[in-house]
């Protein structure tokens, strides 16, 4: 089995930064991918950010494109997790946030929430104008 635990979020003004942490426990895989969505209230859940856990030296990552340049996913060894660095954030931005990880055999990390098989309990980012 396999459990993600979210930290990291709460309120803060349009400019400002935050700072996630998905803890991973568990089984492990060869190769598997760790990411991040959001939903919105009254809207889907959309991609944000996800990176590759793999056997070889390589891994890649894949951003939103409403967060390119702003949000940096980065791996924890220590946690065996991944962070999520969020930086001038906007009110859009607004949403719950729900760490995500699952096996792929992808050479990139995907970006649909049906790839991944595990998830975090969310965790709340609010962002005022």
């Known amino acids: 089995q396999v459990q993600l635990v979210e930290s990291g979020g709460g309120l803060v003004q349009a400019g400002g930064s935050l700072r996630l942490s998905c803890a991973y426990s568990?089984?492990?895989?060869?190769?598997?991918?760790m990411g991040w969505f959001r939903q919105a209230p009254g809207k889907d859940r959309e991609f944000v950010a996800a990176?590759?856990?793999?056997?070889?030296?390589?891994?890649?990552?894949n951003y939103a494109d409403s967060v390119k340049g702003r949000f940096t996913i980065s791996k924890d060894n220590a946690k065996n997790g991944v962070n999520l660095q969020m930086d001038s954030l906007k009110p859009e931005d607004t949403a719950v946030y729900y760490c995500?990880?699952?096996?792929?055999?992808?050479?990139?990390?995907?970006?649909?929430?049906?790839?991944?098989?595990?998830w975090g309990q969310g965790t709340q980012v609010t962002v005022s104008s």
């Open positions: 995500a990880a699952g096996p792929t055999l992808s050479m990139t990390a995907p970006t649909m929430p049906g790839r991944y098989r595990y």
């Open positions: 568990g089984r492990t895989f060869s190769t598997y991918a």
């Open positions: 990176v590759l856990w793999s056997s070889s030296t390589t891994s890649n990552s």
